[in-house]
Structures are given as structure tokens and as C-alpha cells.
């Protein structure tokens, strides 16, 4: 299976502050991307869908001023939480897809970002 | 839009026993059906998934049933072992969507 690598595994960050969230594919080309956010015990919540070269696509409810998606190169997207309060500590994780595996989604290692 | 519902939410079972998982979606085009565990912590993992043209499909310990009339699917998962304890999540994706919609997800507990 494809593998997907993304860094940092955990964060500690002052209110508002940025804090940038990487997410590669590292043998293999990710046409499109997600990132999910996952609260305790809760299940993944898709947040935006990007696709190379494209802007995001937002689920409704976040907020795209807030959580800046850039997918520029067909190995790599990043999140980056602007002005981080408290509430945005989370889990966050991404996945890709690519059109040779077009079926599966091969998840990153996720990031724990804590806002103090 | 699709929504998954999945139950039980916690399920303990002893080392040994079978555990199953149920989940229903409501996008009748919602073609493809996956399963993925998550241990603590870490992320997801694909465990086995199944297409709407099959009506089960199995690996080893564990199956998946499908039911498209009525638009529910299961996780089947025989002689469980501690290892097998963890959040496991089902979810749906339309032909014509990119993203999967995924259930709530069940901790499995396995006791020994």
C-alpha cells in the first residue's frame, strides 16, 4: 500500500498563533486530499477536500479564512490553523487518493494540536 | 448528502468470540463500503471493504456483509484476539463523490 507522512505527530502552540501541518504522499502521486479533524472518542469529520492545483473544497461549518489548505504539488498539502484558540486543539488527519488506487484512502499519522 | 449510522457504539466481548458490527447508510448511490481501524492514537487502517456488486466478502478472521436493499452493512470478526481491540469505523463513498462519509465507530474491547 501507498504511504503518507505527516508532520508534526504532535504540536503545542499559543493562542493565536499559526501553526502549519504537513501531509506528504511518499510513493505515490495524491490527486486529491482530505483532512479530517477527529475529537475525543468521536469519528473522523471530513473538514475540505483539496485536489492538486485547485483550491479547496470546504464542508460546510469550517472556516476556510481559519483552516488554510494548500495542496501545490501532487506529494504534498498543508494545513495551516490561523490564530489558534483553545477550541481548535484537536487531532487532525489527512488522507489521499490517488487514481491507481482509486478506491482506497491511506490515512497520515494524524497531529495532536493542543492550543494553550 | 449520505449519512452513516453505526451500532453498537462500545461492544466487550471475550477472547475467542465473534464480534459483529453494524451500519447503514441512506445514499442508495453509494457504491463502495470500507472498514478501517484505529488504534490509539494512530491512524486508520484499512481492514477490508467491499463493492455494492458483492454481497460478502471475507479475509481470514474477518468478513463484510452487504445489504443494498437495505442499505446496510456488516462487520463480521470470528475468534477475537486481544489485538483486535480498537475503534473501528465503517464508512460509504458514491461514484460520484470523493470523500467518504464514515459511521460514528465501535471500540471493540477484546478481554482475554
Known amino acids: 500500500g501507498a504511504v503518507v507522512s505527516q508532520h508534526p505527530s504532535r504540536v503545542i502552540c499559543k493562542s493565536g498563533t499559526s501553526v502549519k501541518i504537513e501531509c506528504r504522499s511518499l510513493d505515490f502521486q495524491a490527486t486529491t486530499m482530505f483532512w479530517y479533524r477527529q475529537f475525543p472518542k468521536q469519528s473522523l469529520m471530513l473538514m475540505a477536500t483539496?485536489?492538486?492545483?485547485?483550491?479547496?473544497?470546504?464542508e460546510q461549518g469550517v472556516e476556510k479564512d481559519k483552516f488554510l489548505i494548500n495542496h501545490a504539488s501532487l506529494t504534498l498539502s498543508t494545513l495551516t490553523v490561523t490564530s489558534a484558540h483553545p477550541e481548535d486543539s484537536s487531532f487532525y488527519i489527512c488522507s489521499a487518493r490517488t487514481r491507481r488506487w482509486n478506491t482506497e484512502a491511506f490515512f497520515g499519522q494524524g497531529t495532536r494540536l493542543t492550543v494553550v | 448528502g449520505e449519512n452513516v449510522e453505526q451500532h453498537p457504539s462500545t461492544l466487550s466481548v471475550q477472547e475467542g468470540d465473534s464480534a459483529v458490527i453494524k451500519c447503514t447508510y441512506s445514499?442508495?448511490?453509494?457504491?463502495?463500503f470500507p472498514w478501517y481501524k484505529q488504534e490509539l492514537g494512530k491512524r486508520p487502517q484499512l481492514i477490508i471493504d467491499?463493492?455494492?456488486?458483492?454481497g460478502e466478502k471475507k479475509d481470514q478472521r474477518i468478513a463484510v456483509t452487504l445489504n443494498k436493499t437495505a442499505k446496510h452493512f456488516s462487520l463480521h470478526i470470528t475468534e477475537t484476539q486481544p489485538e483486535d481491540s480498537a475503534v473501528y469505523f465503517c464508512a460509504a463513498r458514491t461514484s460520484l463523490g470523493q470523500n467518504f462519509v464514515f459511521g460514528p465507530g465501535t471500540r471493540l474491547s477484546v478481554l482475554p
Open positions: 445514499d442508495s448511490a453509494s457504491n463502495y
Open positions: 483539496s485536489n492538486e492545483g485547485s483550491k479547496a473544497t470546504y
Open positions: 467491499i463493492r455494492s456488486n458483492v
